[in-house]
Protein backbone atom coordinates (compact mmCIF):
# COMPACT_ATOMS: atom_id res chain seq x y z
CA UNK A 1 0.00 0.00 0.00
CA UNK A 2 1.20 3.53 -0.20
CA UNK A 3 -0.03 6.98 1.86
CA UNK A 4 -0.10 9.83 0.33
CA UNK A 5 0.22 13.41 2.11
CA UNK A 6 -0.41 16.74 0.23
CA UNK A 7 0.48 19.53 1.11
CA UNK A 8 1.22 23.39 -0.26
CA UNK A 9 -2.25 25.07 -0.48
CA UNK A 10 -3.00 28.66 0.49
CA UNK A 11 -4.55 31.38 -0.75
CA UNK A 12 -3.60 33.26 -3.40
CA UNK A 13 -5.07 35.73 -5.85
CA UNK A 14 -6.14 35.60 -8.95
CA UNK A 15 -2.88 35.27 -11.67
CA UNK A 16 -0.89 34.10 -8.62
CA UNK A 17 0.92 30.47 -8.66
CA UNK A 18 0.97 27.34 -6.05
CA UNK A 19 3.26 24.27 -6.11
CA UNK A 20 1.29 21.63 -4.56
CA UNK A 21 3.25 18.74 -3.61
CA UNK A 22 2.36 15.23 -2.46
CA UNK A 23 4.87 12.80 -0.37
CA UNK A 24 4.56 9.44 -1.07
CA UNK A 25 5.31 6.42 1.99
CA UNK A 26 4.88 2.62 1.79
CA UNK A 27 6.10 2.57 -2.06
CA UNK A 28 8.08 4.00 -4.81
CA UNK A 29 5.95 6.39 -6.91
CA UNK A 30 7.96 4.76 -9.98
CA UNK A 31 5.43 2.07 -10.35
CA UNK A 32 2.44 4.12 -9.48
CA UNK A 33 0.28 6.06 -11.76
CA UNK A 34 -0.65 9.52 -10.03
CA UNK A 35 -3.14 11.83 -10.32
CA UNK A 36 -4.17 15.12 -8.89
CA UNK A 37 -8.38 15.91 -8.49
CA UNK A 38 -9.66 18.67 -6.91
CA UNK A 39 -13.32 19.10 -5.47
CA UNK A 40 -15.27 22.21 -5.05
CA UNK A 41 -17.90 23.02 -2.40
CA UNK A 42 -21.36 21.65 -3.72
CA UNK A 43 -19.56 19.94 -6.76
CA UNK A 44 -18.05 16.40 -8.22
CA UNK A 45 -14.41 15.52 -7.83
CA UNK A 46 -12.83 16.28 -10.99
CA UNK A 47 -9.67 15.01 -12.65
CA UNK A 48 -7.02 17.54 -12.67
CA UNK A 49 -4.06 15.92 -14.25
CA UNK A 50 -2.24 12.60 -14.09
CA UNK A 51 1.26 11.12 -14.71
CA UNK A 52 2.29 7.62 -15.68
CA UNK A 53 4.59 5.53 -14.21
CA UNK A 54 6.61 6.61 -17.63
CA UNK A 55 6.64 10.14 -16.50
CA UNK A 56 3.90 10.73 -19.39
CA UNK A 57 1.48 13.27 -18.21
CA UNK A 58 -2.33 14.35 -19.11
CA UNK A 59 -4.37 17.49 -17.79
CA UNK A 60 -8.30 18.19 -18.43
CA UNK A 61 -8.76 20.72 -21.02
CA UNK A 62 -9.41 23.90 -18.97
CA UNK A 63 -5.99 23.07 -17.00
CA UNK A 64 -3.80 22.20 -19.94
CA UNK A 65 -0.99 25.32 -20.83
CA UNK A 66 -1.61 26.89 -16.82
CA UNK A 67 -0.66 23.31 -15.03
CA UNK A 68 2.59 21.26 -14.77
CA UNK A 69 2.36 17.50 -12.83
CA UNK A 70 5.99 16.36 -12.52
CA UNK A 71 7.55 13.41 -10.09
CA UNK A 72 10.77 12.83 -8.30
CA UNK A 73 11.00 9.19 -8.32
CA UNK A 74 13.76 9.39 -5.73
CA UNK A 75 12.14 11.77 -3.19
CA UNK A 76 8.57 10.29 -3.91
CA UNK A 77 7.11 12.78 -4.41
CA UNK A 78 4.96 14.46 -6.82
CA UNK A 79 4.02 17.88 -7.44
CA UNK A 80 1.30 20.11 -9.05
CA UNK A 81 2.82 23.41 -10.07
CA UNK A 82 -0.52 25.52 -11.03
CA UNK A 83 0.25 29.13 -12.86
CA UNK A 84 -2.41 31.62 -13.88
CA UNK A 85 -4.50 31.06 -10.88
CA UNK A 86 -8.45 31.64 -11.12
CA UNK A 87 -10.76 32.08 -8.20
CA UNK A 88 -12.93 29.01 -10.35
CA UNK A 89 -9.57 26.89 -9.35
CA UNK A 90 -10.96 27.26 -5.45
CA UNK A 91 -11.48 23.77 -4.46
CA UNK A 92 -9.50 21.08 -2.29
CA UNK A 93 -6.86 19.24 -4.08
CA UNK A 94 -6.17 15.68 -3.44
CA UNK A 95 -3.50 13.33 -5.14
CA UNK A 96 -3.96 9.73 -5.91
CA UNK A 97 -2.20 6.78 -6.73
CA UNK A 98 -2.83 3.75 -8.47
CA UNK A 99 -0.88 0.92 -9.94
CA UNK A 100 -1.88 0.45 -13.42
CA UNK A 101 -2.33 2.18 -16.49
CA UNK A 102 -3.14 6.18 -16.36
CA UNK A 103 -7.21 7.03 -15.47
CA UNK A 104 -9.02 9.90 -15.37
CA UNK A 105 -11.80 7.98 -13.11
CA UNK A 106 -11.86 9.07 -9.57
CA UNK A 107 -13.50 5.44 -8.70
CA UNK A 108 -10.46 3.89 -10.49
CA UNK A 109 -7.64 5.16 -7.47
CA UNK A 110 -7.47 3.34 -4.21
CA UNK A 111 -5.19 5.50 -2.65
CA UNK A 112 -6.14 9.07 -1.46
CA UNK A 113 -4.12 12.17 0.25
CA UNK A 114 -6.44 13.78 2.44
CA UNK A 115 -6.35 16.91 0.72
CA UNK A 116 -5.32 20.36 0.85
CA UNK A 117 -7.05 23.70 0.39
CA UNK A 118 -6.33 26.14 -2.71
CA UNK A 119 -8.49 29.53 -2.30
CA UNK A 120 -8.19 31.94 -5.34
CA UNK A 121 -9.45 35.53 -4.05
CA UNK A 122 -10.62 37.49 -7.27
Known amino acids: QVQLVESGGGLVQAGGSLRLSCAASGRSLSTYTMAWFRQAPGKEREFVGGIDRNGITDYAGSMKGRFTISKDNADNIVYLEMNTLKPEDTAVYYC????????????????WGQGTQVTVSS
Open 96 to 111: AARAWFASQFASQYPY
